[in-house]
């Protein structure tokens, strides 16, 4: 998807189109990019604030009765606004409306993450029909321990709504964190420019042992891919039983990460403070 800066109004009938033709192809999951809602290359926070939306806001209350019709879950990112602050969030809707949020913790100078604020809330797993999903935004992916914590909550696919702007080793990167989490990963970018930035499209998608199930060009369109989210829950790989046996989530040592942990020197600094 090609989001419009502060179009809400067409962004929203494009997302419930592209939701209505996609559940019509039998789609159960319909996964948007992140800012889809919004656009994300805000030049202040008043303008970000301008052009935010709200969780209880008639943009998502209209997706969420698309949804409901349709019985479908979509997942779908916009500059949220909470009592004038803004968070980069994305939604987890469904037939039951708005089923979960995520605001995102890793947030890096660059577009409307330069006025939010990194959301404080534990990494959640929401339950649905065909699986456990977890969500995680852009840049959170370049930190294996946001899809971990993710893992370690029982996701069986890990979702990723991104801007990328570059595609350096974004593909190897979902490789990677699905094989090392056995897991099933999908990470969805936009396409376009906004403000001379342009994203590069390059959607991607991998199955719990890090093959490439999916990969998009740089136009927009719908991408399908079909996963068996029941082959995520067996963690243990045995090449030869009693020989050779491994599990990249049973065989970790906690106690011995202390330094993952710790409190940062300086805990108030953020990606996205480097702008003020």
């Known amino acids: 998807m090609a989001p419009l800066l502060g179009n809400l109004a067409s962004n929203t009938e494009v997302i419930e189109s592209e939701l209505r033709s996609a559940a019509d192809e039998k789609a159960e999951l319909i996964v948007f990019?992140?800012?889809?809602?919004t656009g994300y290359v805000f030049?202040?926070?008043?303008?970000?604030?301008?052009?935010?939306?709200?969780?209880?806001?008639?943009?998502?209350?209209?997706?969420?009765?698309?949804?409901?019709?349709?019985?479908?879950?979509?997942?779908?990112?916009?500059?949220?606004?909470?009592n004038d602050v803004l968070f980069n969030s994305a939604f987890l809707l469904?037939?039951?409306?708005?089923?979960?949020r995520y605001r995102k913790v890793h947030t890096l100078c660059l577009g409307a993450d330069r006025f939010t604020r990194p959301g404080g809330e534990p990494f959640q797993v929401y339950s649905l029909p065909f699986g456990r999903i977890g969500l995680h935004?852009?840049?959170?992916g370049w930190f294996p321990e946001s899809a971990r914590a993710l893992r370690l909550e029982g996701a069986e696919l890990l979702i990723l709504p991104t801007n990328w702007p570059r595609l350096a080793l974004t593909q190897e990167m979902v490789q990677i964190r699905a094989f090392e989490n056995r897991a099933f990963y999908f990470a969805v970018n936009r396409v376009g420019e906004?403000?001379?930035?342009?994203?590069?499209?390059?959607?991607?998608?991998?199955?719990?042992?890090?093959?490439?199930?999916?990969?998009?060009?740089?136009q927009a369109g719908r991408l399908h891919?079909?996963?068996?989210?029941?082959?995520?829950?067996?963690?243990?790989?045995?090449?030869?039983?009693?020989?050779?046996e491994l599990d990249r989530i049973e065989d970790r040592w906690p106690e011995l990460y202390g330094p993952?942990?710790?409190?940062?020197p300086n805990a108030s600094r953020t990606g996205s403070q480097r702008s003020r």
């Open 137 to 140: 935004i852009c840049y959170d």
């Open 194 to 218: 906004e403000r001379g930035i342009v994203f590069e499209g390059g959607s991607a998608a991998a199955d719990p042992f890090g093959q490439l199930l999916l990969e998009g060009g740089n």
């Open 33 to 37: 990019p992140e800012a889809a809602l």
């Open 260 to 264: 993952i942990t710790i409190e940062r």
């Open 94 to 100: 469904g037939p039951d409306g708005v089923i979960g």
């Open 43 to 82: 030049e202040s926070w008043r303008e970000g604030l301008a052009y935010s939306v709200k969780a209880d806001g008639p943009e998502l209350n209209r997706l969420a009765r698309a949804t409901k019709e349709r019985g479908v879950f979509i997942v779908v990112g916009a500059i949220e606004q909470e």
């Open 225 to 244: 891919v079909e996963m068996d989210l029941s082959k995520t829950k067996k963690s243990l790989e045995v090449v030869r039983a009693g020989e050779y």
